[in-house]
């Protein structure tokens, strides 16, 4: 049973547009919600959280939205760069029960210049 | 400070053998995890350990192992290697049962 589900699986973006990608959760008992951005031949790199007590965390470039009655979350990245060419993945947990993160299947962004 | 390193970085194996694959957390952290990825099923968690203690588990066979010792390093052992273990297995640490997790380059292990 897959309990994230993430799309689209492929994005193209221009330089400079918005990226988007949406994560929608099936267990009620998540409350911690990740994003972590993987480049080919490294291990995945924590990007920014949120928790449900909040609808909106921005850092930077990047922004969480979070709609906890719909339960479902996204990823807003602005001014996409070619840097940003990475894959992408959401995650949840239940945070009193330990380390155990559930994936999306990944969205395989690619910023054109 | 050193992230998390994980060793080898490549590994090669035949079916029916067994690997251990070795995971150093970031200096402080005590709780180890361990995830599989692959094309299909992409990233699955294996198990988690906390002080020693196996604290979660994942829905893989018994053939997947680990432990921790008491520095906090981790071992995972996969022993009757079959083709389809052939995938990169990622250890990730956090400072203690809570997030967030850091996450090793990975082992990538393929099975002939």
């Known amino acids: 049973q897959q309990q994230v589900k993430q799309s689209p699986q492929s994005l193209i973006v221009q330089k400079g547009g918005i990226s988007i990608i949406n994560c929608a959760y099936e267990?009620?008992?998540?409350?911690?919600f990740p994003w972590y951005q993987q480049f080919p031949g490294k291990g995945p790199a924590l990007l920014i959280a949120?928790?449900?007590?909040?609808s909106e965390k921005k850092e930077g470039r990047f922004t969480i939205s979070f709609n906890k009655s719909a339960k479902q979350f996204s990823l807003h990245i602005m001014d996409s760069q070619p840097g940003d060419s990475a894959t992408y993945f959401c995650?949840?947990?239940?945070?009193?029960?330990?380390?155990?993160?559930?994936f999306g299947g990944g969205t395989r962004l690619m910023v054109k210049p | 400070k050193a992230g998390v390193t994980q060793t080898p970085r490549y590994l090669i194996k035949t079916r029916g053998q067994q690997v251990t694959l070795s995971c150093s957390p970031i200096?402080?952290?005590?709780?180890v995890s361990w995830y599989q990825q692959t094309p299909g099923q992409g990233l699955q968690f294996l198990f988690e350990?906390?002080?020693?203690?196996?604290?979660n588990k994942g829905n893989f066979p018994g053939r997947f192992s680990g432990r921790q010792f008491s520095n906090s390093r981790s071992e995972m052992n996969v022993s009757t290697l079959e083709l389809g273990d052939s995938a990169l297995y990622l250890c990730?640490?956090?400072?203690?049962?809570?997030?967030?997790?850091?996450f090793g380059d990975g082992t990538r292990l393929s099975i002939l």
């Open positions: 350990y906390f002080s020693e203690t196996q604290r």
């Open positions: 995650a949840a947990s239940v945070d009193n029960a330990g380390n155990m993160l559930t």
């Open positions: 267990n009620t008992a998540f409350d911690y």
């Open positions: 949120i928790r449900p007590d909040v």
């Open positions: 200096s402080g952290h005590r709780s």
């Open positions: 990730a640490s956090s400072w203690r049962g809570n997030q967030p997790q850091h």
